[in-house]
């Protein structure tokens, strides 16, 4: 199984960027979907979370600014990032589970992990 991260890079306050997550080596269109942040000396935390098709959920800093999206025939997520600050600086992380239920963010429930993709928001 490999999820690749692409797309983060340095944003001024304000903007906008949109990280892309390739997946192979796994049945896509089965696993629920996730995006975390980690930024330098703080705890992995999530961003967003997507069900199997358009089932959504974010966490409360990321609400109206964040959207997660998936693509299932191509087995790609996405998250659009807008008016980006400051503190949303922080190496972004998808990853890849099978549970069932509530759309959770705990890293705990997520079986794949890309190698992350760096944000970086500073004028």
């Known amino acids: 199984v490999q999820l690749v991260e692409s797309g983060g890079g340095l944003v001024q306050p304000g903007g906008s960027l949109r990280l892309s997550c390739a997946a192979s080596?796994?049945?896509?269109?089965?696993?629920?979907m996730a995006w975390f942040r980690q930024a330098p000396g703080k705890e992995r935390e999530g961003v967003a979370a997507?069900?199997?098709?358009?089932?959504?959920t974010y966490a409360d800093s990321m609400k109206g600014r964040f959207t997660i999206s998936r693509d299932n025939a191509n087995s790609t997520l996405y998250l659009q990032m807008n008016s980006l600050k400051p503190e949303d600086t922080a190496i972004y992380y998808c990853?890849?589970?099978?549970?069932?239920?509530?759309?959770?963010?705990?890293?705990?429930?997520?079986?794949?992990w890309g190698q992350g993709t760096q944000v970086t928001v500073s004028s």
């Open positions: 080596g796994l049945a896509f269109s089965n696993y629920y």
């Open positions: 990853a890849a589970g099978q549970y069932s239920g509530k759309l959770l963010l705990t890293p705990a429930k997520y079986t794949y």
């Open positions: 997507i069900m199997l098709v358009r089932t959504t």
